[in-house]
């Protein structure tokens, strides 16, 4: 085995350390692609040097590289199924590591996500993978696609995804494993892309609008749930209740006091909108709806409409100040999508381990960013969580 082993890492290196772009750009333009463009040698690059039929020809070579050199080892060599696997992963070492290139080639992408295509088309006829979470994952892919125009953007919500669902779906084995290794190599390239690349730098605009310490502390609304399974319903709702006595009294003592009102603006804007300083603050009537769909509704349905409120939100909020072109009613049609998105996303995601249909998730999740778009007159805030929860309550009956 020891022998075989080796046989397959030196056959799979050999056949990814092959590198078309490089061979390309030496043969039509007499250069080494490496020094030019972003210096990687990879489909990209090859479009941005030497054009589209020379990328084609590179793309089509070193996505096939490893499924190739996979079925070579396994079909013919008759190696086992670890084995030919290794000898795949050893084609996308061999492109990034090529000898005759000092060992600088390209990142290996194009040869892990024609493994992982591959991986994923075996698991699909396996009956591992369901064709309805292929097509939900392809929505996710064209609408980041859409709203953002960036790759990067698009596998840093996919590859999570994808992940979880492969991990819900398909039985822990040797295929398993290594499709597992295979996302997540394409995942650490990806977050190092949107470094380097500085994808996702935000605006300055954006930094400005945008409340941080509101951003970053409305994900722990997720902590009510979750106390409201460990120490009880009555414990959970006192707890919100005198958290959002507090977050509502400070309103009221500001609002009831207009020196007050002004000292706050003035030496705290980190905390308030400027639209809030006639009215009660989207945080407290934030609390106020989880309060309220806790109490009101069943369970599942109150956790899935906390989901709404905190990931559709955050999603919708970014990439509708990032990436938002179109707008709608005061906001961004960018934005109204990823919040919609994500609702899906988490809902999904919570299906797996809650009592709730599809179609109950779906409706819900799209009263929510209907809430979230038009103008109703109220925060959405507050409007987002008991329609949500009402449109899911009432679908769930019929």
Same mark, same amino acid.
């Given at each position: 085995?020891?022998?075989?082993?080796?046989?397959?890492?030196?056959?799979?290196?050999?056949?990814?350390?092959?590198?078309?772009?490089?061979?390309?750009?030496?043969?039509?333009?007499?250069?080494?692609?490496?020094?030019?463009?972003?210096?990687?040698?990879?489909?990209?690059?090859?479009?941005?040097?030497?054009?589209?039929?020379?990328?084609?020809?590179?793309?089509?070579?070193?996505?096939?590289?490893?499924?190739?050199?996979?079925?070579?080892?396994?079909?013919?060599?008759?190696?086992?199924?670890?084995?030919?696997?290794?000898?795949?992963?050893?084609?996308?070492?061999?492109?990034?590591?090529? !000898?005759?290139?000092?060992? &600088?080639? $390209?990142?290996? /992408?194009?040869?892990?996500?024609?493994? @992982? #295509?591959?991986? +994923?088309?075996?698991?699909?006829?396996?009956?591992?993978?369901?064709?309805?979470?292929?097509?939900?994952?392809?929505?996710?892919?064209?609408? !980041?696609?859409?709203?953002? &125009?960036? $790759?990067?953007? /698009?596998?840093?919500?996919?590859?999570? @995804? #994808?992940?979880? +669902?492969?991990?819900?779906?398909?039985?822990?084995?040797?295929?398993?494993?290594?499709?597992?290794?295979?996302?997540?190599?394409?995942?650490?390239?990806?977050?190092?892309?949107?470094?380097?690349?500085? /994808?996702?730098?935000?605006?300055?605009?954006?930094?400005?609008?945008?409340?941080?310490?509101?951003?970053?502390?409305?994900?722990?609304?997720?902590?009510?749930?979750?106390?409201?399974q460990l120490i009880g319903e009555k414990p959970t709702l006192v707890l919100l209740g005198i958290i959002t006595l507090i977050f509502l009294g400070v309103d009221l003592i500001r609002l009831s006091h207009r020196g007050v009102n002004i000292f706050f603006f003035r030496n705290l804007p980190m905390f308030f909108k400027t639209k809030e300083t006639q009215r009660i603050s989207s945080m407290s009537l934030f609390l106020i709806a989880t309060f309220l769909v806790l109490l009101l509704f069943q369970y599942h349905i109150a956790l899935m409409t906390i989901l709404y409120l905190i990931f559709g939100d955050l999603f919708g909020k970014?990439?509708?100040?990032?990436?938002?072109?179109?707008?709608?009613?005061?906001?961004?049609?960018?934005?109204?999508?990823?919040?919609?998105?994500?609702?899906?996303?988490?809902?999904?995601?919570?299906?797996?381990?809650?009592?709730?249909?599809?179609?109950?998730?779906?409706?819900?999740?799209?009263?929510?960013?209907?809430?979230?778009?038009?103008?109703?007159?109220?925060?959405?805030?507050?409007?987002?969580?008991?329609?949500?929860?009402?449109?899911?309550?009432?679908?769930?009956?019929?």
């Open positions: 085995m020891f022998v075989e082993l080796v046989i397959a890492i030196v056959l799979g290196y050999g056949v990814g350390s092959i590198s078309p772009s490089y061979f390309l750009g030496r043969l039509i333009r007499k250069l080494d692609i490496r020094q030019h463009g972003d210096g990687n040698a990879g489909t990209v690059n090859t479009y941005k040097v030497l054009g589209l039929l020379p990328s084609a020809i590179t793309a089509v070579i070193d996505v096939s590289k490893g499924v190739l050199i996979f079925w070579f080892s396994y079909h013919v060599l008759h190696f086992s199924l670890t084995i030919a696997l290794a000898a795949g992963f050893a084609a996308i070492v061999g492109h990034v590591f090529p !000898f005759y290139l000092n060992f &600088r080639g $390209g990142q290996g /992408v194009a040869t892990a996500t024609g493994f @992982l #295509l591959f991986c +994923l088309a075996q698991f699909i006829h396996w009956g591992w993978f369901p064709i309805y979470n292929l097509c939900f994952l392809a929505f996710v892919a064209l609408t !980041f696609g859409y709203i953002s &125009r960036k $790759g990067e953007v /698009v596998g840093s919500v996919v590859l999570p @995804l #994808l992940l979880f +669902l492969i991990l819900q779906s398909a039985p822990l084995n040797t295929w398993t494993v290594f499709f597992v290794l295979i996302v997540i190599y394409i995942l650490l390239i990806n977050f190092i892309n949107l470094i380097h690349k500085r /994808v996702m730098t935000i605006n300055p605009e954006v930094k400005a609008r945008i409340k941080w310490w509101r951003f970053l502390l409305r994900p722990l609304a997720i902590l009510f749930p979750i106390f409201f970014f990439f509708g100040m990032q990436f938002g072109k179109i707008h709608l009613f005061g906001k961004s049609l960018e934005g109204s999508l990823a919040f919609f998105t994500a609702c899906l996303i988490s809902g999904i995601v919570l299906s797996h381990y809650i009592p709730i249909t599809f179609l109950t998730l779906f409706v819900g999740a799209l009263a929510a960013t209907l809430a979230e778009l038009l103008p109703l007159g109220v925060d959405d805030n507050f409007t987002v969580a008991l329609i949500s929860a009402s449109t899911m309550y009432v679908t769930q009956i019929f």
